[in-house]
């Protein structure tokens, strides 16, 4: 296991400098989409691995796009941050990024143990990052009353 998750980290820590400085070229949100894209994709076939050398492969490929997910994240909120607020915006994405390395893995094990199988854990994952890529709803991208 720690060899699996440890290939996901080994590779975001090689690549995210290198994607991040691909955002300062291109364009933060184009890396995150891309990144989140090829995310999901690559959980799609963690489902069907029968071996653990292919879920680790696939696990350090995930950690690829993970180092593009990240610093275009961090740096679309430096973007978009008030003057003087960076460093509350800084914690609390700190704080949603913690508290999603916890309740992941028990989140995944609750489906693996919901339907008696790990593999509904890797596709639903993967429909997860497909969700957070749709276009907001009309009600979101009105003005807010009174502005």
């Known amino acids: ?48 691995v029968t071996e653990t050398w292919q ?24 973007n978009y ?7 509350a915006v800084y914690g609390l994405d700190n704080s949603v990024l913690s508290g999603a390395r916890a309740v992941a893995p028990l989140l995944g094990a609750w489906i693996a143990l919901l339907f008696n199988d790990i593999r509904p854990a890797f596709l639903f994952t993967a429909g997860t990052l497909a969700a957070i890529l749709l276009p907001p709803s009309r009600e979101q991208n009105a003005p807010a009353k009174g502005a």
Request: no cysteine; aromatic share 8%; proline share 3%.
């Open 81 to 87: 941050s008030k003057t003087g607020q960076e460093g």
């Open 1 to 48: 296991t720690g060899l699996i998750i440890g290939s996901a980290f080994i590779t975001n820590a090689i690549f995210s400098a290198f994607l991040g400085r691909l955002g300062d070229r291109i364009g933060y949100r184009k890396v995150l989409v891309t990144s989140t894209i090829l995310a999901g994709l690559i959980y799609i076939p963690q489902s069907f």
């Open 55 to 78: 879920l680790m492969a696939l696990q350090g490929l995930f950690g690829i796009t993970l180092g593009g997910m990240i610093p275009a994240i961090s740096s679309l909120l430096a």
